[in-house]
């Protein structure tokens, strides 16, 4: 059994683009940071090199085990918000960007393309959203959210949603069992 078929559902109707709210130039992240999967060092790295090239854009990183205060300017640690205020976060997002050394699924940086960011990350930590994003597996975290930045390309939001909702997991799952049975 092909582990792609195995999907996991989001909440569709707290993640999704909203076109009311203004996109800024803000990357997000979120995670729990004083994991070793989530590659905090790497992450604060990344966006501090690209923020110190790169005036217009500031970063949010959310979630637990962060640090009590950003040493960069442009970079804002908040804890770990509740489902409808961390959507109105990625609403107001252009980038999603994981540093995850792996994932199982990837569930904050689907939900971030649910609400319109380009998702960005190593490797094929985001396979299931590439589509979306277009990065380069091989390519480096800074390379990847210089040409998104530079490049935005629109956001396929609909094909997330519609991917990712509760309806289409189930019949994914149902399709999957009865074809195990024969």
Same mark, same amino acid.
């Not at 999704?16 to 990357?27: A, F, G, W």
């Not at 997000?28 to 994991?35: A, E, K, Q, Y």
């Given at each position: 059994?092909?582990?792609?078929?195995?999907?996991?559902? /989001?909440?569709?109707?707290?993640?999704?683009?909203?076109?009311?709210?203004?996109?800024?130039?803000?990357? /997000?992240?979120?995670?729990?940071?004083?994991?070793?999967?989530? *590659?905090?060092?790497?992450?604060?790295?990344?966006? =501090?090199?690209?923020?110190?090239?790169?005036?217009?854009?500031? =970063?949010?990183?959310?979630?637990?085990?962060?640090?009590?205060?950003?040493?960069?300017?442009? /970079?804002?640690?908040?804890?770990?918000?509740? =489902?409808?205020?961390?959507?109105?976060?990625?609403?107001?997002?252009? /980038?999603?960007?994981?540093?995850?050394?792996?994932?199982?699924?990837?569930?904050?940086?689907?939900?971030?393309?649910?609400?319109?960011?380009?998702?960005?990350?190593?490797?094929?930590?985001?396979?299931?959203?590439?589509?979306?994003?277009?990065?380069?597996? *091989?390519?480096?975290?800074?390379?990847?959210?210089?040409?998104?930045?530079?490049?935005?390309?629109? =956001?396929?939001?609909?094909?997330?949603?519609?991917?990712?909702?509760?309806?289409?997991?189930?019949?994914?799952?149902?399709?999957?069992?009865?074809?195990?049975?024969?």
């Amino acid at each position: 059994v092909s582990q792609s078929r195995y999907l996991h559902p /989001i909440q569709t109707e707290i993640f999704k683009l909203d076109p009311r709210v203004r996109k800024r130039n803000q990357i /997000i992240s979120v995670g729990r940071w004083d994991s070793y999967q989530k *590659n905090l060092s790497l992450l604060l790295k990344t966006l =501090a090199r690209f923020l110190d090239q790169n005036a217009a854009w500031s =970063a949010l990183v959310v979630g637990s085990g962060l640090p009590k205060a950003s040493w960069h300017p442009r /970079i804002a640690f908040l804890a770990t918000l509740s =489902a409808p205020s961390l959507a109105q976060k990625m609403q107001e997002s252009k /980038i999603f960007l994981s540093a995850s050394r792996y994932e199982s699924f990837g569930l904050a940086g689907t939900e971030a393309a649910a609400c319109g960011c380009v998702a960005l990350g190593p490797g094929k930590i985001l396979s299931h959203v590439a589509s979306l994003a277009h990065p380069s597996p *091989n390519s480096k975290l800074l390379d990847q959210l210089s040409r998104a930045a530079q490049t935005l390309v629109e =956001a396929r939001q609909p094909i997330a949603l519609e991917m990712f909702s509760g309806r289409y997991v189930a019949q994914s799952f149902l399709s999957l069992l009865i074809d195990n049975s024969k």
